[in-house]
């Protein structure tokens, strides 16, 4: 059986599942960047299906000169659909006149470090001990991370278009 991918805009029925995803993988819908604080459901998403069932979601800032990607999640991995859903972005930002678009992780995401900087993303800032201050507005931010390196740095990551 041929697998069929397709990208399509977030509907409303999807919230509940974006909703189920971000609470067990970040703590809730909430994410922190650069000290502003996003609800990912209340913004654009990008879903990526496969076979009418969704695999991911990318959810980006709109406006301005440049997008930020406030999450991405694949359900699976090195199958082409977290980079068809940054292209998607990519696209998005073009036409709407954007010059860059941009990224946070934290220091102990290496895998998305690695991920992006794959795709062309450089480093542009590391902001240093800052988590300390985010977990003041999100306390379920934990301690430890990937490999059990203390969560301690924002690294934001940007492509010029």
């Avoid at 062309?120 to 507005?137: C, D, P, S």
């Amino acid at each position: 059986m041929k697998q069929t991918f397709q990208l399509r805009d977030k509907i409303p029925t999807d919230d509940g599942w974006i909703t189920d995803i971000a609470t067990r993988l970040w703590g809730s819908v909430q994410i922190i960047s650069k000290e502003h604080t996003y609800n990912i459901v209340e913004l654009p998403n990008c879903i990526g299906e496969l076979n009418g069932k969704p695999v991911g979601f990318v959810s980006y800032t709109q406006g301005g000169g440049s997008r930020e990607i406030v999450a991405l999640y694949c359900a699976i991995e090195n199958h082409g659909i977290g980079t068809a859903l940054i292209e998607r972005v990519k696209e998005t930002a073009k036409t709407d006149g954007c010059t860059s678009v941009w990224v946070m992780t934290t220091n102990d995401n290496t895998q998305a470090l690695r991920f992006y900087q794959k795709r062309g993303f450089v480093i542009k800032a590391v902001r240093t001990n800052v988590m300390e201050e985010q977990r003041k507005v999100k306390p379920t931010i934990p301690l430890l991370g990937n490999d059990k390196i203390p969560i301690r740095d924002e690294i934001e990551l940007e492509i010029r278009l």
